[in-house]
Protein backbone atom coordinates (compact mmCIF):
# COMPACT_ATOMS: atom_id res chain seq x y z
CA UNK A 1 0.00 0.00 0.00
CA UNK A 2 2.12 2.97 1.20
CA UNK A 3 6.09 2.31 1.59
CA UNK A 4 6.60 5.27 3.52
CA UNK A 5 4.90 8.46 4.52
CA UNK A 6 6.77 11.81 5.00
CA UNK A 7 5.10 14.89 6.93
CA UNK A 8 4.80 16.99 10.06
CA UNK A 9 4.12 15.47 13.51
CA UNK A 10 0.52 17.20 14.64
CA UNK A 11 0.32 14.65 17.45
CA UNK A 12 1.93 11.84 19.93
CA UNK A 13 0.27 9.64 21.91
CA UNK A 14 1.58 6.75 24.05
CA UNK A 15 2.36 4.39 21.38
CA UNK A 16 1.32 6.43 17.37
CA UNK A 17 1.72 9.62 15.94
CA UNK A 18 -0.37 11.63 13.56
CA UNK A 19 1.65 12.57 10.44
CA UNK A 20 0.51 15.48 8.88
CA UNK A 21 0.53 15.05 4.97
CA UNK A 22 -0.54 17.54 2.32
CA UNK A 23 -3.47 17.58 4.79
CA UNK A 24 -3.87 14.61 5.00
CA UNK A 25 -3.35 13.37 8.69
CA UNK A 26 -1.83 9.59 8.71
CA UNK A 27 -2.87 7.99 12.07
CA UNK A 28 0.27 5.37 12.85
CA UNK A 29 1.64 3.00 15.63
CA UNK A 30 5.06 3.65 16.48
CA UNK A 31 7.05 2.35 19.08
CA UNK A 32 8.61 4.94 21.15
CA UNK A 33 6.48 8.06 19.52
CA UNK A 34 8.14 10.17 22.14
CA UNK A 35 11.48 10.28 20.14
CA UNK A 36 9.61 12.38 18.27
CA UNK A 37 8.25 16.27 18.65
CA UNK A 38 5.41 18.54 17.30
CA UNK A 39 5.91 19.63 13.70
CA UNK A 40 8.97 18.03 13.61
CA UNK A 41 9.40 16.88 9.57
CA UNK A 42 9.84 12.76 9.68
CA UNK A 43 9.49 10.00 7.23
CA UNK A 44 8.40 6.78 8.76
CA UNK A 45 7.96 3.33 6.25
CA UNK A 46 4.93 1.82 6.71
CA UNK A 47 3.08 -1.64 7.03
CA UNK A 48 -0.59 -1.51 6.85
CA UNK A 49 -1.52 -4.26 8.80
CA UNK A 50 -4.98 -6.06 7.98
CA UNK A 51 -6.47 -8.90 9.93
CA UNK A 52 -10.80 -8.97 10.14
CA UNK A 53 -12.42 -5.54 11.54
CA UNK A 54 -8.64 -4.42 12.21
CA UNK A 55 -7.38 -2.27 10.15
CA UNK A 56 -4.16 0.01 11.38
CA UNK A 57 -0.98 1.52 9.82
CA UNK A 58 2.45 0.98 11.73
CA UNK A 59 5.68 3.35 11.23
CA UNK A 60 9.17 2.46 11.12
CA UNK A 61 12.49 4.87 11.42
CA UNK A 62 14.16 2.68 8.38
CA UNK A 63 13.63 -0.55 6.31
CA UNK A 64 15.53 -3.04 8.87
CA UNK A 65 13.18 -2.79 11.77
CA UNK A 66 9.85 -2.80 9.08
CA UNK A 67 11.58 -6.00 7.92
CA UNK A 68 12.08 -7.17 11.28
CA UNK A 69 8.41 -6.29 11.72
CA UNK A 70 6.48 -8.18 9.25
CA UNK A 71 9.37 -11.55 10.16
CA UNK A 72 7.30 -11.26 14.03
CA UNK A 73 4.14 -11.04 12.99
CA UNK A 74 4.59 -14.04 11.12
CA UNK A 75 5.09 -15.99 14.26
CA UNK A 76 2.27 -17.88 15.81
CA UNK A 77 0.85 -16.07 18.39
CA UNK A 78 2.90 -12.93 17.68
CA UNK A 79 0.69 -9.87 17.38
CA UNK A 80 1.36 -6.13 15.85
CA UNK A 81 1.04 -4.80 19.45
CA UNK A 82 3.42 -7.06 20.95
CA UNK A 83 5.59 -6.54 17.48
CA UNK A 84 5.76 -3.04 17.64
CA UNK A 85 7.03 -3.18 20.95
CA UNK A 86 10.41 -5.47 20.19
CA UNK A 87 10.72 -2.91 17.17
CA UNK A 88 11.98 0.32 19.66
CA UNK A 89 15.10 1.47 18.17
CA UNK A 90 16.78 1.80 20.96
CA UNK A 91 16.26 -2.25 21.86
CA UNK A 92 17.28 -3.28 18.75
CA UNK A 93 20.65 -4.42 18.86
CA UNK A 94 19.90 -6.12 22.37
CA UNK A 95 17.16 -7.73 20.67
CA UNK A 96 19.16 -9.49 18.06
CA UNK A 97 21.58 -10.33 20.13
CA UNK A 98 19.39 -12.25 22.41
CA UNK A 99 17.60 -13.70 19.64
CA UNK A 100 21.24 -14.87 18.54
CA UNK A 101 22.22 -16.11 21.98
CA UNK A 102 19.06 -18.14 22.48
CA UNK A 103 18.49 -15.33 25.93
CA UNK A 104 14.88 -15.74 26.72
CA UNK A 105 15.08 -13.88 29.56
CA UNK A 106 16.03 -11.10 27.63
CA UNK A 107 13.07 -11.10 25.62
CA UNK A 108 10.61 -11.40 28.97
CA UNK A 109 11.00 -8.17 30.09
CA UNK A 110 8.93 -7.21 27.06
CA UNK A 111 4.94 -6.58 28.28
CA UNK A 112 2.97 -9.13 26.29
CA UNK A 113 6.29 -11.34 25.78
CA UNK A 114 5.73 -14.64 28.01
CA UNK A 115 7.84 -17.53 28.09
CA UNK A 116 6.30 -19.93 25.16
CA UNK A 117 6.06 -16.36 22.81
CA UNK A 118 9.54 -15.62 23.50
CA UNK A 119 10.59 -19.30 22.88
CA UNK A 120 8.77 -19.09 19.45
CA UNK A 121 10.44 -15.51 18.65
CA UNK A 122 13.92 -17.40 19.05
CA UNK A 123 12.97 -20.93 17.34
CA UNK A 124 11.57 -18.77 14.19
CA UNK A 125 13.81 -16.01 14.01
CA UNK A 126 16.91 -18.06 15.04
CA UNK A 127 17.08 -20.36 11.42
CA UNK A 128 15.98 -18.09 9.24
CA UNK A 129 17.20 -15.19 7.19
CA UNK A 130 17.02 -13.15 10.10
CA UNK A 131 20.65 -12.36 10.67
CA UNK A 132 21.08 -11.65 7.13
CA UNK A 133 18.87 -8.12 7.62
CA UNK A 134 21.98 -5.75 7.35
CA UNK A 135 23.53 -7.37 3.73
CA UNK A 136 20.26 -7.61 2.23
CA UNK A 137 18.57 -4.06 3.38
CA UNK A 138 21.45 -1.10 3.75
CA UNK A 139 21.04 1.03 1.11
CA UNK A 140 24.21 1.61 -0.98
CA UNK A 141 25.91 4.34 1.11
CA UNK A 142 25.48 1.99 3.85
CA UNK A 143 26.92 -0.48 2.46
CA UNK A 144 30.16 1.47 1.54
CA UNK A 145 30.47 3.08 5.07
CA UNK A 146 30.63 -0.36 6.24
CA UNK A 147 32.93 -1.74 3.92
CA UNK A 148 34.92 1.67 4.89
CA UNK A 149 34.68 0.68 8.68
CA UNK A 150 35.55 -3.09 8.32
CA UNK A 151 38.82 -2.46 5.79
CA UNK A 152 39.64 0.12 8.92
CA UNK A 153 39.73 -2.48 11.27
CA UNK A 154 36.05 -2.66 12.53
CA UNK A 155 33.88 -5.56 13.75
CA UNK A 156 30.63 -6.30 12.23
CA UNK A 157 29.16 -6.01 15.77
CA UNK A 158 30.62 -2.59 16.49
CA UNK A 159 29.26 -1.20 13.30
CA UNK A 160 25.63 -2.70 13.60
CA UNK A 161 25.71 -0.55 16.80
CA UNK A 162 26.32 2.43 15.25
CA UNK A 163 24.81 2.10 11.65
CA UNK A 164 21.01 3.32 12.22
CA UNK A 165 22.27 6.07 14.19
CA UNK A 166 23.75 7.65 11.31
CA UNK A 167 22.21 9.96 8.79
CA UNK A 168 22.46 8.85 5.61
CA UNK A 169 21.93 11.81 3.12
CA UNK A 170 24.94 13.44 3.68
CA UNK A 171 28.33 12.52 1.70
CA UNK A 172 29.80 9.56 2.58
CA UNK A 173 33.63 11.36 4.09
CA UNK A 174 30.86 13.10 6.19
CA UNK A 175 29.24 10.12 7.74
CA UNK A 176 32.41 8.08 7.81
CA UNK A 177 34.19 10.40 9.87
CA UNK A 178 30.49 10.64 12.22
CA UNK A 179 30.66 6.85 12.25
CA UNK A 180 34.61 6.52 13.89
CA UNK A 181 33.83 9.52 15.81
CA UNK A 182 30.30 7.53 17.60
CA UNK A 183 32.65 4.57 17.53
CA UNK A 184 35.50 6.10 19.61
CA UNK A 185 32.60 7.01 22.11
Known sequence: ?????????TSIQNDSVVLDNNGIGYHIGFSNPYVFSINQ????????????NIH???GFLNTQIL?????????PGIGPKSAILLTNQDFFQEIQKAISENNVSYLLKFPGIGQKTAQQIIFHLQNNDFFQINKILLNPKQRDVKEVLINLGFKNKEIDKVINKLDFN???????????SL???
Open 183 to 185: MMK
Open 170 to 180: KEIEIIVKEAL
Open 41 to 52: EVKLFTYFYIKE
Open 1 to 9: MYFYIKGKV
Open 67 to 75: FFFKKLIAI
Open 56 to 58: FLY
